[in-house]
């Protein structure tokens, strides 16, 4: 399939590959190859000058990853797109292309827990600085940035609390400083949400979430709207660094994206119907949801997302021991970190994924001792619903 005046869910399917390049295999073949033989020793030095098209050493390139790219460049409306063995060398991967040392990172409020822990490397190691922002109005964005900012890096909806930003306005006021963006999608897909349409530069994934959807794959993805940069990352950071996905993780990702629109349909669904039953319960203190009406930032998650997703964030009455109650008692609901998969997941953030956070920050970026965040599974709504209830009423 050559071009991409096919809809989104086609593309999902069908993107980047022809049967009859392939031997008619219906299924993208599964390259499992460290290396490439080459002909000659001529046509190596060809490949390796760049002068021929092929093989050379599955790090720098392999055709079963390349289908994987060509399918999630198109599905996030770039131009090039990267996998990675996970989503944090995806982020290592475009932070340490953006900067250098001497340099300043600006982040929203919040971001997950080993982005973060990766700033602070980045700055006790390398002096490239960063702040973790409120970028809510266009003033906030505009004081936010210094003179030596060279990176925008925004979550949204931010894990785990849930707070959107708008991607326009942020790109607007990035684009009159010439400071390129780039936007962790994972909370969202690309299904509902394609912050490139949106004036980002950059989108990344870990795909280890819903883009894989079946909790057997760590991986990222990294999709960006210039084809040369992206070629210049494969070709320095990216095979200099080295973490790249390995064949079978892209073959297993390939899989995964062509349900993604099902299972993204499904999971926004059940989790509107389990917000409408937290939301009501008299335990919960607050809840987090990006299409609740009373969310301040309602109208523009309405704007930017074509549904409310399948993460829920919600706050119980007390604190960690409350919290970690609560998940003692599910019977169905698993209590695991990670998220996106047919399994319903509940997490404490707290002493989980944000427990590197120093408790200020942490605190700064909204996660309390009783917030627990919920990743809605595939399940009947009823059973998880049911399963709640219970829970609750034990307290
Ligand atoms: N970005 C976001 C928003 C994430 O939630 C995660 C992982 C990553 C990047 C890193 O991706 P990974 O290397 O794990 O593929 N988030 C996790 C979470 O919330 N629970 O477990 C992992």
């Known amino acids: 399939m050559s071009n991409s005046n096919f809809s989104k869910e086609t593309m999902y399917i069908h993107k980047g590959y022809k049967t009859g390049d392939h031997q008619d295999s219906l299924a993208v073949p599964l390259y499992q190859t460290s290396t490439f033989a080459f002909d000659t020793a001529?046509?190596?030095?060809?490949?390796f000058a760049g002068e021929e098209p092929g093989g050379i050493y599955s790090r720098l390139g392999n055709p079963t990853v390349q289908v994987l790219e060509e399918r999630i460049a198109a599905m996030e409306l770039g131009e090039g797109a990267l996998a990675f063995g996970s989503g944090m060398a995806a982020v290592s991967t475009i932070l340490v292309h953006l900067t250098k040392s001497g340099d300043h990172i600006l982040c929203t409020r919040g971001i997950y827990g080993c982005t973060f822990g990766l700033l602070k490397i980045l700055k006790e190691k390398y002096d490239i600085s960063h702040d973790l922002k409120t970028l809510i109005t266009e003033e906030e964005i505009e004081n936010a940035i210094k003179p030596n900012t060279t990176c925008i890096y925004i979550e949204t909806p931010i894990n785990p609390t849930m707070e959107i930003v708008d991607i326009e306005q942020i790109t607007k006021v990035a684009k009159k400083h010439g400071i390129p963006v780039v936007v962790d999608n994972t909370f969202s897909s690309p299904y509902?949400?394609?912050?490139?349409?949106?004036g980002a530069d950059f989108v990344l994934h870990s795909a280890t979430k819903y883009i894989n959807g079946h909790g057997d794959v760590i991986a990222g993805i990294l999709v960006g709207r210039d084809k040369g940069e992206m070629e210049t990352i494969r070709g320095t950071v990216q095979k200099d660094f080295g973490g790249i996905i390995s064949p079978f993780d892209a073959w297993l990702l390939i899989r995964g994206l062509k349900t993604l629109h099902v299972r993204m349909d499904r999971h926004s669904e059940?989790?509107?119907?389990?917000?409408?039953?937290?939301?009501a319960h008299p335990s919960v203190e607050h809840i987090y949801y990006p299409f609740d009406v009373?969310?301040?930032q309602y109208h523009v998650a309405k704007k930017q997302m074509k549904?409310?997703?399948?993460l829920i964030s919600f706050t119980i009455k007390g604190g960690v021991k409350e919290a970690?109650?609560?998940m003692n008692e599910l019977k169905l609901i698993?209590?695991?970190?990670?998220?996106?998969?047919?399994?319903?997941?509940?997490?404490?953030?707290y002493t989980m994924t944000h427990s590197v956070v120093p408790e200020k920050e942490r605190l700064e970026m909204g996660i309390t001792g009783g917030l627990l965040r919920l990743s809605v599974g595939l399940e009947n709504s009823s059973?998880?619903?049911?399963?709640?209830?219970?829970a609750l009423s034990n307290m």
Do not use: C
């Open 383 to 390: 059973d998880i619903i049911e399963d709640l209830q219970q």
């Open 324 to 326: 970690q109650k609560l």
């Open 294 to 296: 009373d969310n301040p």
């Open 334 to 349: 698993k209590i695991a970190v990670s998220l996106g998969d047919a399994e319903t997941l509940i997490q404490h953030p």
């Open 192 to 198: 509902l949400q394609n912050p490139i349409e949106l």
């Open 270 to 279: 059940n989790a509107s119907k389990v917000f409408d039953f937290l939301k």
């Open 42 to 47: 001529e046509q190596g030095e060809r490949r």
């Open 307 to 310: 549904a409310g997703g399948g």
